[in-house]
């Protein structure tokens, strides 16, 4: 899934969030636009890597909350009708109505497995083996798609402060450099450049506190998915150890499951 059409956006998101957090009010030419412009050529450059960070992290947490919310949807109705369901046949030729609900790529992936063992004529025991295999691989390769991207939220919340705490320190670096060459050390001299400074620290926590909540967020879906996928592997383990010797799978194999 494309992020572009989230990051128009999430520039614009971003720059309202740095400039409540740095700004809280005060007239225009204490704003942050203002300070930053004044800041030195390595603020401006820390500033500039914060700012992009910021419209990825935002990227990806709208992308993320839509391929959740739709993964979350689709699997709750795939779960419904699956117990509904008579035949796993009929199941089987509605997982497209499912793209995105791991749980049924799970069941279609077993399902064509269970096919291929019947064609095989393997015994019992193998072919639940060979079933659980192509269970756990898919349920892990779903786990994976939808963590994707995930640690670049992590490593927003871990680095971005550090980064701008970095930009601060070197803007006060600069300021007290000037107080040596004017020989003066008076508020007048040192506030400017130290409230420039101080503006890539309050965007660098304005780039890391959405990233890490939403990640924390995230990660706690992801989990809640991965237990129900979890569940749903068991009961279809369960149902074909039940039913395996009797019955084979409809277009895979011959009969009707």
């Not at 890597?49 to 947490?61: D, P, T």
């Not at 269970?135 to 390769?141: C, E, F, G, N, Y």
């Not at 994707?148 to 006060?172: D, E, H, M, Q, R």
Request: proline fraction near 4%; charged fraction near 15%; charge should be positive.
């Amino acid at each position: 899934m494309s992020l572009l059409p989230f990051l128009a956006v999430a520039g614009q998101v971003t720059a309202a969030a740095v400039s409540e957090v740095a700004l809280g009010g005060g007239s225009s030419q204490s704003g942050v636009l203002a300070m930053i412009m004044l800041a030195s050529p390595m603020v401006k450059a820390i500033m500039l890597v914060l700012l992009l960070a910021s419209v990825f992290s935002w990227g990806i947490i709208l992308v993320k909350l839509f391929q959740f919310s739709r993964a979350s949807g689709q699997s709750v109705r795939f779960l419904n009708n699956f117990w509904k369901s008579r035949t796993f046949a009929t199941l089987y030729s509605e997982c497209s109505d499912y793209p995105s609900s791991p749980i049924a790529e799970v069941f279609r992936v077993g399902y064509q497995e269970l096919g291929r063992v019947y064609k095989a004529k393997l015994e019992t025991s193998s072919a639940l083996d060979n079933v659980q295999r192509a269970l756990r691989r898919t349920a892990t390769s779903e786990s994976t798609r939808l963590f994707k991207f995930l640690p670049f939220l992590a490593s927003c919340g871990n680095a971005t402060p550090f980064i701008g705490l970095f930009g601060t320190v070197w803007g006060i670096m600069g300021s007290f450099h000037e107080i040596g060459l004017k020989g003066s050390a008076n508020l007048a001299n040192v506030a400017p450049g130290i409230s420039e400074a101080l503006v890539a620290t309050a965007a660098g926590l304005a780039t890391a506190i959405p990233a890490v909540i939403f990640f924390n967020y995230f990660n706690s879906r992801l989990r809640v998915l991965e237990s129900d996928v979890s569940n749903f592997m068991n009961d279809f383990l369960n149902i074909l150890e039940r039913d395996l010797v009797k019955k084979t799978p409809s277009g895979q194999g011959a009969g009707e499951f």
